[in-house]
């Protein structure tokens, strides 16, 4: 099977090959859920493959091809480690996983060796480069500092502002834009995939988050009602199970809603909670702007936090009673 891009990525698939000398490193930039990650492997592979194709896609044929991606001598994939689960009994804990320095020290080791194929080419995948750690950055930027003949380096990230500023000045940008709703509905479609418009808007037209939230609708909805209650919030409905793919997660939710409010409040519309459209507008007349705009501030905050094992259940009942704060008359 012929590997494909995405409607969304034809220009950035263009743009990539009219640039006539690569740098030595690329970051590829967007938004979450939009297949970043599976569009730098299909470069990736491309950029190795010994007769690519019209438009620059792999042959599958060669050798190259074949031993893509695992047993290809130079291409060389990072992703961030995996931690042993937690086992606890309450819940599942979802814990941060990084790329660690002995993952850098052992690339390092590896470039030291020449290149394989007759080529001479090499890739380095990282994704997402935002898992890199301080150590593992400050080991990558060595490298990026001299860096190896015929490498290339491709950084994915959703997040470019997590990267230590000198490693994203040695890289060349490619932002990679997501789809439009448009665009996501009807490749959603063409897979035979059912997902209501609504939990599209909630995704951010991302269409790969919103298949992943497809798995968690009912903590999801557990959320939503209570943020839907405003001042009449039941903390007896906040307990573990909306923990149960992360505080961060859970955050995500709350910002997202405390957005809306904001974006009610200025346009009368909202973006990700359509369906609640009724509740957001009758809060956005209820809400002291100045407790809001502070609550945005402390979830901000907490959110960069959020995957370090702190009390996620004090912290997340702490976060709804000053949600609730909100709406209160001063
Ligand atoms: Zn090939």
């Excluded at 995996?82 to 993952?103: C, L, T």
Aim: charge should be negative; glycine fraction near 4%; charged fraction near 25%.
């Amino acid at each position: 099977m012929t590997d494909e891009i995405y409607p969304w990525f034809h220009d950035a698939w263009t743009a990539i090959h009219d640039n006539e000398k690569l740098p030595h490193a690329l970051l590829f930039k967007g938004k979450a859920g939009i297949g970043k990650g599976k569009f730098a492997r299909t470069f990736a592979k491309s950029y190795l493959c010994h007769n690519p194709l019209h438009h620059h896609l792999a042959c599958d044929g060669c050798k190259s091809c074949s031993w893509f991606p695992d047993t290809h001598p130079d291409f060389k994939y990072i992703v961030p480690m995996e931690d042993e689960e937690d086992e606890s009994k309450k819940r599942k804990m979802v814990r941060q996983k990084n790329i660690v320095i002995d993952q850098i020290r052992e690339l390092s080791e590896y470039l030291e060796l020449s290149a394989h194929q007759e080529k001479g080419r090499r890739i380095i995948l990282i994704e997402p480069a935002d898992a890199l750690n301080q150590a593992a950055s400050n080991a990558l930027l060595k490298i990026l500092e001299e860096p190896p003949a015929n490498t290339l380096f491709i950084l994915v990230t959703s997040h470019a502002q997590k990267l230590i500023a000198t490693i994203r000045s040695r890289c060349q940008l490619l932002e990679l834009r997501g789809p439009s709703l448009q665009e996501a509905t009807s490749y959603l479609q063409g897979q035979a995939i059912h997902i209501p418009e609504h939990l599209l808007s909630f995704s951010g037209n991302s269409p790969f988050t919103a298949m992943n939230e497809m798995e968690h609708q009912s903590e999801r909805e557990v959320i939503t009602k209570l943020l839907s209650q405003g001042h009449r919030i039941d903390f007896t409905q906040v307990n573990y199970s909306i923990l149960t793919q992360g505080l961060d997660w859970t955050l995500s939710i709350i910002q997202k809603w405390t957005f809306d409010l904001l974006l009610h409040f200025h346009t009368h519309q909202t973006y990700y909670f359509k369906k609640e459209e009724a509740h957001i507008e009758s809060q956005t007349k209820q809400m002291n702007m100045d407790v809001l705009l502070s609550f945005v501030n402390e979830l901000n905050a907490l959110k960069k936090i959020a995957s370090h094992p702190i009390n996620q259940e004090l912290q997340l009942e702490n976060i709804f009673v000053k949600f609730k704060q909100v709406f209160e008359p001063s």
